[in-house]
Nanobody, 120 residues
Framework: QVQLAESGGGLVQPGGSLRLSCVAS????????MSWYRQAPGKQRELVAR???????NYADSVKDRFTIFRDSAKNTVYLQMNSLRPEDTAVYYC??????????????WGQGTQVTVSS
C-alpha cells in the first residue's frame, strides 16, 4: 500500500554534511508522523529525529543542534540534514512513518535503510 525509499547516504569525513531523503509513495490518505532511526553494528536501533503533523520536532540528545528534520508535504518527502558529522554517527539510517492509506486507520511503515559512514 505504502512504500518508503531512503536516499542520500554515503561516505563523508568527520565534520562534513549529508542530507538524507525519504519519499513515500503508493496510496496515501494522510501522513501523520515521520521519523528517522539509525542502527550501528552491534547496537540497538535508536530514534534520531521525529516530525509530527504540526511540524513539531524531537531529536535524540546525541544529534541535537547538529541534525535537522524537515518535510515537503507536497512531495510526500521528509529530509534529515546532518551537519558536523562524527564517526559515531556511522549507521544504517531508516525512515519510518505513520501513514493512512486505503484504510482509515494509519499504518506504520519502514524504508530499507541507507548507509552513512563517517570516516577520515
Amino acid at each position: 500500500q505504502v512504500q518508503l525509499a531512503e536516499s542520500g547516504g554515503g561516505l563523508v569525513q568527520p565534520g562534513g554534511s549529508l542530507r538524507l531523503s525519504c519519499v513515500a509513495s503508493g496510496i496515501i490518505f494522510k501522513i501523520w508522523n515521520m521519523s528517522w532511526y539509525r542502527q550501528a553494528p552491534g547496537k540497538q536501533r535508536e530514534l534520531v529525529a521525529r516530525i509530527n503533523v504540526g511540524d513539531a520536532t524531537n531529536y535524540a540528545d546525541s544529534v541535537k543542534d547538529r541534525f535537522t528534520i524537515f518535510r515537503d508535504s507536497a512531495k510526500n518527502t521528509v529530509y534529515l540534514q546532518m551537519n558536523s558529522l562524527r564517526p559515531e554517527d556511522t549507521a544504517v539510517y531508516y525512515c519510518n512513518g505513520d501513514i493512512g492509506s486505503v484504510s482509515l486507520m494509519p499504518g506504520n511503515y519502514w524504508g530499507q535503510g541507507t548507509q552513512v559512514t563517517v570516516s577520515s
